[in-house]
């Protein structure tokens, strides 16, 4: 071998040593930098599902909490609402015995004879008749200016009662027909008694049924006037019955 040949090889050698170290240093080179570009684009990814579990979470304690203050506060309410309930239970409780302590209070008569001491001393003064619709015992508009127009005739009346005769007509059932009758009777009493503030004592209730009628039951209109409240102002004074007469029946 010639030292020609010799020195060809051994650089040839040198070369290929050269070109693998080149590449191997290429090799890692490009390995570094694909692990770097994978980091940059991986790494707001990871940053973004890290934020949207912490805010998931916060999401989450956050309707916990809603949730918990709407229960807290629906609690309260119906708490506010039973007390309420409560109250106006015992307020129309209250007002029931109010009223059927009034109602008791009331004198219920067949008639004012035998009944209030010394009648014949007691002389009317006014009187006025409000009738009803068939199987009503409601007071309309027009009744309820009547009677006020009465009560104007209370304030200067003394040592009075106040008789309160309440009939239907001849249809129905007779018993069904008398407590009728004293529904209205009752109807006419507590309209006066809540408005004008009557005490009870003053009133003595008849209830009739349709035992005494004014008109004949035949006719529409006499059925009418059958359906009624008569209230008469009596005193016995003998001064008020000197100066008052009666303002007749409508």
Same mark, same amino acid.
């Given at each position: 071998? *010639? $030292?020609? %040949? !010799? +020195?060809?090889?051994? $650089?040839?050698?040198?070369?290929?040593?050269? *070109?693998?170290?080149?590449?191997?240093?290429? %090799? +890692? =080179?490009?390995?570094? #930098?694909?692990? $770097?570009?994978?980091? #940059?684009? =991986?790494?707001?990814?990871?940053?973004? /599902? $890290?934020?949207?579990?912490?805010? &998931?979470?916060?999401?989450?304690? *956050?309707?916990?909490? &809603?949730?918990? !203050?709407?229960?807290?506060?629906? @609690? !309260?309410?119906?708490?506010?609402?039973? /007390?309420?309930?409560?109250?106006?239970?015992?307020?129309? &409780?209250?007002?029931? #015995?109010?009223?059927?302590?009034?109602?008791? @209070?009331?004198n219920r008569v067949d008639s004012l004879t035998g009944v209030v001491a010394n009648l014949d001393h007691y002389t009317p003064l006014a009187d006025v008749t409000v009738t009803f619709g068939f199987d009503k015992a409601t007071l309309t508009a027009s009744d309820k200016k009547d009677l006020d127009s009465f009560a104007a005739k209370l304030d200067g009346a003394r040592h009075y009662i106040l008789e309160v005769t309440g009939g239907t007509d001849s249809t129905g059932d007779p018993q069904y027909n008398y407590d009728l009758s004293q529904r209205r009777a009752d109807a006419v009493v507590n309209y006066l008694q809540t408005k004008y503030n009557v005490a009870p004592h003053k009133f003595y209730l008849i209830g009739i049924g349709k035992d005494q009628e004014v008109a004949s039951n035949k006719t529409a209109a006499g059925r009418k006037q059958n359906r009624r409240v008569a209230v008469r102002l009596m005193s016995n004074m003998k001064d008020e019955a000197d100066t008052s007469a009666p303002s007749g029946t409508k």
């Open positions: 071998m *010639t $030292n020609d %040949f !010799r +020195l060809a090889r051994k $650089n040839l050698g040198a070369a290929i040593a050269t *070109t693998v170290a080149a590449a191997g240093i290429l %090799f +890692l =080179t490009v390995g570094c #930098s694909t692990k $770097n570009y994978v980091r #940059s684009q =991986t790494a707001p990814l990871i940053q973004n /599902t $890290n934020d949207l579990d912490a805010k &998931t979470a916060q999401d989450h304690r *956050t309707i916990l909490d &809603t949730d918990q !203050r709407a229960q807290a506060g629906i @609690a !309260r309410a119906q708490g506010a609402a039973d /007390t309420a309930d409560q109250h106006a239970m015992a307020a129309g &409780t209250a007002a029931d #015995s109010a009223g059927k302590s009034a109602q008791e @209070a009331y």
